[in-house]
């Protein structure tokens, strides 16, 4: 399984970005993909995940109304756009995989991961 995460910047307070993260390299139909975030000195913490099954997603509360989530089935990658960004969602982002239908933001529950892109929110 290989995850490739890309779209990361330096955007200011009220920008947006879009994140993309391609997965390939397994042909299971159920699975989940999720978007995590880990500031300097504080934990990773799950920002969103989406199904491959029925595109369920789910988001924690700390981006909801400001990411969207959403799956381009055809090319099997997953996207994150982040509107109305603040300071506070500066971190590296990583996506990962789950095999399953389990929809979680518990980074135990992962055990495919790509590489982290930076985001930084700044003026």
């Known amino acids: 399984v290989q995850l490739q995460a890309f779209g990361g910047g330096f955007v200011q307070p009220w920008g947006y970005l879009r994140l993309s993260c391609k997965a390939s390299?397994?042909?299971?139909?159920?699975?989940?993909i999720g978007w995590f975030r880990q500031a300097p000195g504080k934990q990773r913490e799950g920002v969103s995940c989406i199904a491959a099954s029925d595109s369920s997603t789910l988001y924690s509360k700390s981006v909801r109304g400001r990411f969207t989530i959403s799956r381009d089935k055809a090319t099997n990658t997953v996207s994150l756009q982040m509107d109305n960004l603040e300071p506070e969602d500066t971190a590296v982002y990583y996506c990962a995989l789950t095999k399953g239908l389990l929809i979680s933001l518990e980074d135990q529950y992962y055990h495919y991961w790509g590489q982290g892109t930076q985001v930084t929110v700044s003026s």
């Open positions: 390299g397994f042909t299971w139909d159920y699975y989940v």
